[in-house]
């Protein structure tokens, strides 16, 4: 049971001490915490009966019997209302403004689809329902369901809201689901694109050899490099990156200089690196046309931005790059992401390691085979036979006349055998 008390303020008035307004409290339950109150008026009786009533309306909330009086005005205003609010809230996190804008974006789609005039007409039937018709990926229906309950959570935590309806729905699982599967560019590519790119071409070779996130370069600024250095690197800083850790990179010799040369002697610390130089997406798009790249190629594999991160790791493993350092570049807690997803099989230099498998033939079969390492011209396979029979002949035509053909083949041969066996090699064909 509520508990209330009421006190009057005095003040002097004509040397009066005058009763002005009144304040006063009320707990919830026996030597509870007191809870003040202003009351707004001098007169006692109407004091009494507002602190009445605010203690009233409190027992009714701890009784969930009613809303908070936050709730209550939250439900009061529009969605847009309360959508403007977030995206405040988002900015002041220092969120990136193109996450900012696709949130708000999301919600204000399905605020307008689903007909959500206020928060709490937000209900988890209605949300699936819509959901399920929806003709874009299963990537991009995930995306709107986080933005909704990343909405719907934060006004929960503000208590402008009870409960989130779409807690309990099911994640939409991705896996083996993506529409666009994206590939690495080749090394003409990619100079074709430098070539048309203008001012640009430094901000893709910024992607591509930092392996990084447009979103991450975006960010980027001086002080975030170090040039100067024997080692030069760039620190990704912590809220910047996608799992919001710091990441240190190192720098290849060729872009640190690039990006010391246009660095400006009068800038500031703080000035990003990349302002007008990192092209938006509609741009890029430009440029591919113009560099005559296809987009999406005959498998329906994408070149796109993000590609630039695959082209790196497909490359490297190409090249020798070590997996963990791999790893650690692209910023990945999971190996098999960075071996599996960010590495475009089909592009690697496949046909040494497939050289390294020995061809074998059918049982009685003419040893001749084709050489897949050079030329493609068919040489037939020499035995050590043949080979000493040639060396034979060249020694008669020096002037070892001396020498007798079937004595000197023989004993040839024969130290031939003993000498191949002992060095570990099988002696019985040779290929010139």
């Not at 990926?137 to 929960?156: D, G, I, P, R």
């Not at 896996?175 to 640009?200: C, H, I, M, N, P």
């Not at 170090?226 to 290849?252: H, I, Q, S, Y």
Request: aromatic content about 8%; some cysteine; charged content about 25%.
């Amino acid at each position: 049971m509520f508990r209330t008390r009421v006190y009057p303020i005095f003040e002097v008035i004509g040397g009066k001490k005058v009763s002005v307004n009144y304040r006063g409290y009320f707990t919830l339950e026996k030597n509870g915490t007191r809870t003040w109150k202003a009351l707004g008026t001098p007169s006692r009786e109407i004091a009494q009966k507002r602190i009445m009533d605010i203690a009233l309306q409190a027992q009714r909330v701890q009784e969930r019997m009613e809303a908070p009086d936050s709730q209550r005005e939250a439900a009061g205003k529009t969605f847009s209302q309360m959508l403007a609010h977030y995206a405040k809230y988002l900015k002041g996190q220092g969120r990136a403004k193109k996450h900012v804008h696709d949130t708000t974006a999301r919600l204000s789609r399905m605020a307008r689809e689903i007909h959500w005039r206020s928060v709490n007409d937000v209900r988890a039937d209605r949300f699936e329902a819509w959901q399920s018709g929806l003709t874009c990926s299963a990537k991009t229906k995930k995306e709107y369901q986080v933005s909704a309950c990343a909405f719907l959570n934060w006004l929960v935590g503000t208590n402008r809201l009870g409960v989130n309806p779409l807690a309990k729905l099911e994640r939409i699982d991705t896996r083996g689901k993506q529409v666009r599967d994206s590939r690495a560019y080749t090394q003409e590519e990619f100079g074709k694109l430098l070539g048309v790119a203008g001012s640009y071409a430094l901000g893709y070779q910024f992607l591509l050899y930092t392996a990084c996130r447009w979103s991450e370069a975006y960010a980027v600024v001086w002080d975030d490099l170090a040039l100067d250095r024997d080692e030069p690197t760039v620190v990704f800083r912590e809220g910047t990156t996608k799992d919001k850790d710091a990441r240190r990179v190192g720098l290849k010799a060729e872009l640190a200089a690039a990006l010391q040369a246009v660095r400006p002697a009068a800038g500031l610390p703080t000035d990003r690196v990349f302002k007008g130089r990192l092209a938006s997406y509609d741009l890029f798009r430009k440029h591919l046309k113009r560099a005559e790249i296809l987009h999406k190629d005959a498998l329906g594999r994408v070149a796109h931005l993000h590609s630039l991160r695959k082209t790196w790791q497909t490359w490297g493993a190409d090249h020798g790059v070590h997996q963990r350092t791999a790893q650690a570049v692209l910023g990945h807690s999971d190996a098999n992401l960075t071996a599996k997803v960010y590495t475009d099989v089909s592009a690697l230099g496949m046909r040494s390691e497939m050289a390294k498998v020995p061809w074998v033939l059918a049982a009685g079969t003419e040893k001749t085979q084709w050489d897949a390492q050079k030329s493609g011209i068919q040489r037939p396979a020499m035995s050590l036979n043949d080979i000493l029979g040639k060396l034979v002949e060249a020694l008669k035509a020096a002037g070892s006349e001396h020498l007798s053909p079937p004595m000197s083949l023989r004993d040839l041969t024969g130290h031939g055998a003993k000498l191949g066996a002992g060095a570990g090699f099988e002696p019985a064909t040779f290929r010139l």
